[in-house]
């Protein structure tokens, strides 16, 4: 009797001891989960870096090279610094009129010399009014006629394209809020427009560009290489995203309420976009088939800088290595050719295999083990993998793209452009916080796209701004937009 019961107390305690080490075991992979997460930071994935916070234990690792330039200015670098005008505005003149020394009168005697200085400093601004005076004339036939105001001139009284094009850049290049921009006007200029006819003047842009974005979206369609990219922005206190499409001379955004193809359609590039797209994994961007496209490897090398830290994985940090090489290598070989040889392609190409080979036994192995460990209660549906191993899945289906600069030159080894285009959305809202209406939001994304497309062709903001409220084209690649 009393061996039956020690045997059902072992037998008890045994599924007891079962029972505690499958829950230890799901805690442990629970905390192991959870640390990655707090691990995470900038440098090591696609968090922004405003989510590092203030008390950064570590700087942040960068992913650029040293390039072994010392620091400063380089050879050939063109410098910024005042040189003396030849013809100065405003010349005065300081007399020698008595002696330091013994006080005699000097004012009636020869100047000898001079020594000059100049000061480079801005007027006193005011607002400049202009009125239009319109002829009216009766001839002898009875027909009464009527001189035309300018097409700018528009009423009785209103602000000119200098004042428009300035509030314009005020807001959305320098992305100041309306109550701020009203401020700047008061303050330079004791007077100046006011919050409604800010928005007005907003709208009035809006409406002008709009034939000179189509041609805008046109020449991206028409781009053999083109850069995608999206980013969260709130519009009437709900979750909107900034979508962005580019190239080296032309930006356009979208403003919509999807991440995904419906909002991609609505923007109207990709759609018609035969080039290479050149973007993250993001999976709505593989939907358009007829195009080709290219990854992101910045976003690729964070991942694999996390994927070395937190998972001890010694393919990522060779992975990492070798693409950091290759991008360093094609910087070299385009100062003297324009591709590698095949033998070279070949001997790149079998490297990349070898490391996604050592990935796969990396995890095999990994496998194995934690098989071997005390299993868990069953679960329905796919079997959740590493996030290194999710990564290894993509750097192998999509070889091609990942390694699409490798093969042709023209293609970038990352997504810069598109990123630098669509971080000033971060800022905006910095600055000004969100969007209260979404026109407003679209004001902001055709005029910022414009402003953009100046900058990226070296035309100056102002002008280009001042322009459109005067019905002209600034910008050489827009000719017969507008």
């Known amino acids: 009797m009393l061996t039956e019961c020690l045997l059902t107390i072992i037998v008890q305690l045994a599924q007891q001891n079962e029972a505690l080490r499958k829950e230890v075991m799901q805690l442990k992979e629970r905390i192991k989960e959870l640390e990655g997460k707090l691990s995470k930071n900038s440098g090591n994935s696609h968090k922004p870096p405003s989510t590092d916070g203030l008390n950064k234990k570590q700087k942040t690792q960068s992913l650029r090279q040293r390039s072994g330039r010392s620091v400063g200015g380089q050879p050939g670098h063109v410098g910024n610094t005042l ?15 008595e002696c ?19 000061v480079f400093d801005i007027p006193p601004l005011k607002i400049q009014v202009t009125e239009h005076q319109a002829e009216r004339k009766t001839c002898a ?3 009464k006629n009527a001189a035309k105001f ?37 303050d330079i200029f004791q007077a100046g427009p006011c919050c409604g006819t800010l928005q007005n003047i907003l709208a009035e842009c809006h409406t002008n560009l709009k034939p000179v974005e189509e041609q805008i979206k046109l020449q991206i369609q028409q781009a053999a290489i083109a850069h995608f990219d999206e980013t969260g922005i ?21 403003a919509h309420e999807k991440r995904g ?23 709505s961007y593989f939907e358009y088939t007829g195009c080709r496209h290219g990854l992101c490897n910045a976003h690729h090398l964070r991942e694999l800088i996390f994927i070395e830290e937190y998972e001890q994985a010694d393919w990522a940090a060779l992975m990492k290595d070798f693409l950091r090489k290759m991008n360093k290598s094609k910087q ?20 990349y295999d070898a490391i996604l080979n050592k990935g796969e036994s990396f995890y095999e192995d990994k496998q194995v083990t934690s098989s071997q460990e005390i299993e868990g209660p069953k679960k329905r549906g796919k079997k959740k993998q590493p996030k290194g191993k999710n990564l ?21 080894f990352d997504n810069n452009s598109g990123e630098r285009d669509i971080r000033m959305a971060k800022v905006r809202l910095k600055i000004s916080g969100c969007f209260r209406t979404l026109e407003g939001a679209q004001y902001f994304c055709r005029i910022r796209g414009y402003v953009s497309t100046a900058r990226k062709q070296g035309v100056n903001v102002l002008e280009a701004l001042r322009a459109i409220f005067l019905n002209q084209n600034a910008i050489p690649s827009l000719v017969g937009a507008g």
């Open 83 to 97: 040189s003396k005008s030849a013809t100065p505005d405003i010349i005065e003149r300081h007399s020698v009129v």
């Open 100 to 118: 330091e020394n013994c006080h005699a009168d000097l004012s009636l005697q020869t100047t000898e010399d001079i020594e000059s200085r100049q």
């Open 141 to 143: 036939c009875g027909h």
């Open 150 to 186: 300018p097409d700018h001139v528009k009423s009785s009284l209103g602000y000119g394209p200098g004042m428009k094009s300035l509030a314009v850049y005020m807001m959305i290049y320098q992305l100041l809020p309306y109550d701020r921009c009203e401020e700047f006007f008061r």
């Open 234 to 254: 709130r519009v009437d206190k709900k979750l909107y995203w900034l979508h962005s499409a580019g190239t080296n001379q032309h930006t356009v955004y979208t």
């Open 261 to 283: 193809k419906v909002a991609m359609d609505k923007a109207g590039i990709l759609s018609g976009f035969k080039g290479r797209a050149i973007h993250d994994h993001w999976k």
């Open 332 to 351: 070299e070989q385009q100062k003297v050719s324009e591709s590698y040889s095949l033998e070279v392609l070949e001997s790149y190409q079998q490297t």
């Open 392 to 412: 290894l899945d993509r750097l192998t289906g999509w070889a091609q793209e990942t390694l699409a600069f490798m093969y042709n030159f023209m293609v970038p």
